[in-house]
């Protein structure tokens, strides 16, 4: 749980996907940014942009976190270049922000003491029961180390970026000859096969010599690094265990079965039938049709009274479709079970067996008959003893979850806790031993990002400080003791030799795979028959198909070459791809076919509102890239060492 707020509340929610996709590729590496601050002394900042600061610590905890939500989704270490990345995608999005919040401010936009309150209302993490709590908001904002007011001043400031955001992209549109020229390019089919020359084949005719070996391994040591690990002490406080430890005595039990009594109270129910004659609000306000209403349902309920079968009645007679087939039958209702106030006080006036006079509700006139009442009953402590008792632990454990929690949260605000283990025995916390804990988590307590941003964050590694509480769920909290740091490290060669080896001889074979493929290639496009070129490498290509631009069953490189290749009519295309695997796969394309809409309209007009929203963001990266290129951007170029 205090993984989804913190996201919520520590992200730019603001800044798509899509965007971060775009700034990936423009800035791929570092030195996207044209000045290096080259300032004696270390800066306290790690971007200065346009003379506004964004602190060292926020980005270092921003990255922590966003590393260790990626090492546990992905179960190992990020590798060296997409962490590269990864970092300058964090700092892009730092930069994006802070001139968009400025220009905000420039041009003067406001947010609402309404507008923020509804925002901060609605916000998902702040619901109980689909209900905004207050007092539960400000629990989650505190464990995220936030008060109320400074959420709402981050929330305004969001709110302020949006009506920017906002308004730029809703000046992008799309004419219809560029919407129908983008759809028949992006809905467009080629006819593709291709053969896979599998790099396995030229592995075993590979030297690898040791000279090759030592060089490989000198130009890739970034991929044989050891595993970034801590031996740490932790002290755990669970519910489970608060629940397991708690003792039932039999006068505390009668005093909380009393206490607690209605919970254990089954209302009066009553089993009704209805006949509805429909009277909606707009047909109130005709008299002649409210008339006509009040009369229908009064001839109803004389035949009702005569004696005729109310059953029948119902099925003749009434507008509730959803009893009507039933003859009318409501089942079992409890008092206010109605969705109407008036309906369910005549109901619970009645006496068994009885017709009501006619109910006016807002959905027309009711006729009752109530055919059997359910008296009120409590479960006593005798009749339900063990559902009971079970209901006393849990409300027990509750309480006692909360009071340590409390009591361990106040000792660490008093720095009156230094010791894990008189902690521990003080509020009867389990504790424990993890020998190497990684990124990735590790067992009994699982993953958490904001344990391993405490656990691997710089000056936490020198095992006197207790870290935490940190919450792993809403039923656990977890104290922790760094006793060892292990840095990722360079592994020696001769501990990696037999992997360095298998990357000489995999990379050696696909230079190998994709020379063969090549020369087929060459003799294809001198115009060498297509299945004896194929037969003479021992290649099965597959069966002429039309794909699209999203088919999920190609290789990526192939579909994307497949759509790269200039194709001309009457004559098939050829290159050369390689794919991931290592493997070389030659692409043929033999015929082109553009997108037509018609065959869908509402998929048709889905496509078509996606290349306009394609469009405005597009737009909106110019935008940035200009308020980019215009502003004074300084980098600490020791922010993430």
Same mark, same amino acid.
């Given at each position: 749980?205090?993984?989804?707020?913190?996201?919520?509340?520590?992200?730019?929610?603001?800044?798509?996907?899509?965007?971060?996709?775009?700034?990936?590729?423009?800035?791929?590496? &570092?030195?996207?940014?044209?000045?290096?601050?080259?300032?004696?002394?270390?800066?306290?900042?790690?971007?200065?942009?346009?003379?506004?600061?964004?602190?060292?610590?926020?980005?270092?905890?921003?990255?922590?976190?966003?590393?260790?939500?990626?090492?546990?989704?992905?179960?190992?270490? +990020?590798?060296?270049?997409?962490?590269?990345?990864?970092?300058?995608?964090?700092?892009?999005?730092?930069?994006?922000?802070?001139? %968009?919040?400025?220009?905000?401010?420039?041009?003067?936009?406001?947010?609402?003491?309404?507008?923020?309150?509804?925002?901060?209302?609605?916000?998902?993490?702040?619901?109980?029961?689909?209900?905004?709590?207050?007092?539960?908001?400000?629990?989650?904002?505190?464990?995220?180390?936030?008060?109320?007011?400074?959420?709402?001043?981050?929330?305004?400031?969001?709110?302020?970026?949006?009506?920017?955001?906002?308004?730029?992209?809703?000046?992008?549109?799309?004419?219809?000859?560029?919407?129908?020229?983008?759809?028949?390019?992006?809905?467009?089919?080629?006819?593709?096969?291709?053969?896979?020359?599998?790099?396995?084949?030229?592995?075993?005719?590979?030297?690898?010599?040791? /000279?090759?070996?030592?060089? &490989?391994?000198?130009?890739?040591?970034?991929?044989?690094?050891?595993?970034?690990?801590? *031996?740490?002490?932790?002290?755990?406080?669970?519910?489970?265990?608060?629940?397991?430890?708690?003792?039932?005595?039999?006068?505390?039990?009668?005093?909380?079965? $009393?206490?607690?009594?209605?919970?254990?109270?089954?209302?009066?129910?009553?089993?009704?039938?209805? %006949?509805?004659?429909?009277?909606?609000?707009?047909?109130?306000?005709?008299?002649?049709?409210?008339?006509?209403?009040?009369?229908?349902?009064?001839?109803?309920?004389?035949?009702?009274?005569? @004696?005729?079968?109310?059953?029948?009645?119902?099925?003749?007679?009434?507008?509730?479709?959803?009893?009507?087939?039933?003859?009318?039958?409501?089942?079992?209702?409890?008092?206010?079970?109605?969705?109407?106030?008036?309906?369910?006080?005549?109901?619970?006036?009645?006496?068994?067996? $009885?017709?009501?006079?006619?109910?006016?509700?807002?959905?027309?006139?009711?006729? +009752?008959?109530?055919?059997?009442?359910?008296?009120?009953?409590?479960?006593?402590?005798?009749?339900?003893?063990?559902?009971?008792?079970?209901?006393?632990?849990?409300?027990?454990?509750?309480?006692?979850?909360?009071?340590?929690?409390?009591?361990?949260?106040?000792?660490?605000?008093?720095?009156?806790?230094?010791?894990?283990?008189?902690?521990?025995?003080?509020?009867?916390?389990?504790?424990?031993?993890?020998?190497? &804990?990684?990124?990735?988590?590790?067992?009994?307590? @699982?993953?958490?990002?904001?344990?391993?941003?405490?656990?691997?964050?710089?000056?936490?590694?020198? @095992?006197?400080?207790?870290?935490?509480?940190?919450?792993?769920?809403?039923?656990?909290?977890?104290?922790?003791?760094?006793?060892?740091?292990?840095?990722?490290?360079?592994?020696?060669?001769?501990?990696?030799?037999?992997?360095?080896?298998?990357?000489? *001889?995999?990379?050696?074979?696909?230079?190998?795979?994709?020379?063969?493929?090549?020369?087929?290639?060459?003799?294809?496009?001198?115009?060498?028959?297509?299945?004896?070129?194929?037969?003479?490498?021992?290649?099965?290509?597959?069966?002429?198909? &039309?794909?699209?631009?999203?088919?999920?069953?190609?290789?990526?490189?192939?579909?994307?070459?497949?759509?790269?290749?200039?194709?001309?009519?009457?004559?098939?295309?050829?290159?050369?791809? /390689?794919?991931?695997?290592?493997?070389?796969?030659?692409?043929?394309?033999?015929?082109? *076919?553009?997108?037509? /809409?018609?065959?869908?309209?509402?998929?048709?007009?889905?496509?078509?509102?996606?290349?306009?929203?394609?469009?405005?963001?597009?737009?909106?990266?110019?935008?940035?890239?200009?308020?980019?290129?215009?502003?004074?951007?300084?980098?600490?170029?020791?922010?993430?060492?």
């Amino acid at each position: 749980m205090l993984q989804n707020i913190g996201d919520k509340l520590k992200s730019h929610r603001w800044l798509g996907a899509g965007l971060l996709g775009i700034l990936a590729i423009i800035f791929t590496l &570092w030195g996207a940014y044209g000045v290096v601050d080259l300032s004696f002394g270390a800066p306290n900042y790690a971007l200065k942009i346009n003379g506004e600061e964004v602190p060292v610590a926020t980005v270092q905890n921003a990255w922590q976190q966003r590393q260790s939500q990626i090492q546990q989704q992905i179960k190992d270490d +990020i590798p060296p270049e997409q962490r590269k990345i990864l970092q300058q995608q964090l700092l892009d999005g730092y930069v994006d922000s802070t001139l %968009i919040n400025a220009r905000a401010r420039e041009r003067g936009l406001r947010v609402g003491t309404v507008a923020l309150q509804r925002a901060y209302q609605n916000e998902p993490a702040f619901q109980v029961d689909g209900k905004f709590n207050e007092q539960f908001a400000r629990g989650l904002l505190a464990q995220s180390g936030l008060t109320a007011a400074a959420y709402e001043a981050q929330l305004r400031q969001q709110l302020q970026s949006q009506q920017l955001v906002g308004a730029l992209q809703a000046t992008g549109f799309l004419t219809e000859t560029e919407l129908r020229r983008i759809f028949a390019l992006e809905n467009e089919q080629r006819e593709l096969r291709y053969a896979v020359v599998p790099v396995a084949r030229f592995e075993s005719g590979v030297n690898v010599e040791p /000279a090759k070996v030592q060089a &490989w391994y000198e130009t890739h040591k970034d991929e044989y690094q050891s595993t970034e690990s801590a *031996r740490i002490q932790y002290a755990e406080l669970s519910l489970a265990t608060v629940a397991a430890s708690v003792s039932v005595n039999a006068d505390d039990l009668a005093k909380w079965y $009393e206490a607690n009594k209605t919970r254990y109270a089954a209302p009066e129910k009553r089993h009704a039938r209805h %006949i509805l004659i429909a009277l909606s609000e707009t047909d109130a306000k005709d008299a002649a049709k409210a008339a006509a209403a009040e009369k229908k349902a009064r001839e109803v309920l004389e035949q009702a009274r005569a @004696g005729k079968d109310f059953v029948q009645l119902a099925r003749q007679y009434s507008d509730d479709t959803g009893s009507k087939a039933a003859g009318g039958d409501l089942g079992w209702l409890n008092p206010g079970a109605s969705i109407d106030k008036t309906f369910s006080a005549a109901l619970f006036a009645m006496k068994r067996g $009885e017709i009501s006079n006619l109910v006016k509700t807002p959905f027309g006139y009711h006729i +009752i008959k109530l055919d059997d009442v359910q008296a009120a009953a409590t479960k006593t402590l005798a009749d339900a003893r063990t559902t009971i008792e079970a209901d006393y632990r849990k409300d027990r454990a509750a309480e006692l979850f909360g009071e340590r929690q409390e009591g361990v949260q106040r000792k660490l605000e008093q720095n009156a806790a230094t010791d894990l283990a008189a902690l521990a025995r003080e509020f009867n916390l389990q504790t424990g031993e993890i020998a190497n &804990w990684t990124r990735a988590g590790a067992a009994p307590l @699982g993953n958490s990002a904001d344990l391993n941003t405490l656990i691997f964050a710089s000056g936490n590694a020198k @095992g006197d400080r207790l870290l935490g509480p940190v919450a792993l769920g809403a039923d656990r909290m977890v104290l922790v003791r760094v006793l060892e740091h292990r840095p990722a490290q360079v592994r020696p060669l001769p501990e990696v030799q037999a992997a360095v080896v298998a990357a000489v *001889r995999k990379d050696a074979a696909s230079v190998a795979a994709r020379a063969a493929a090549a020369e087929a290639v060459n003799k294809l496009q001198a115009g060498a028959e297509a299945v004896a070129t194929f037969k003479a490498l021992n290649l099965n290509p597959t069966a002429a198909a &039309w794909v699209g631009r999203g088919d999920p069953q190609l290789p990526v490189q192939v579909r994307d070459m497949a759509f790269a290749l200039p194709a001309t009519a009457g004559k098939a295309a050829y290159s050369v791809v /390689a794919l991931d695997s290592g493997d070389a796969a030659i692409v043929a394309v033999s015929g082109v *076919r553009p997108g037509v /809409a018609g065959a869908n309209s509402v998929n048709d007009q889905r496509q078509a509102q996606q290349y306009i929203d394609r469009e405005r963001q597009v737009e909106f990266n110019a935008y940035q890239q200009e308020m980019r290129r215009t502003a004074t951007i300084r980098r600490n170029e020791a922010v993430f060492n």
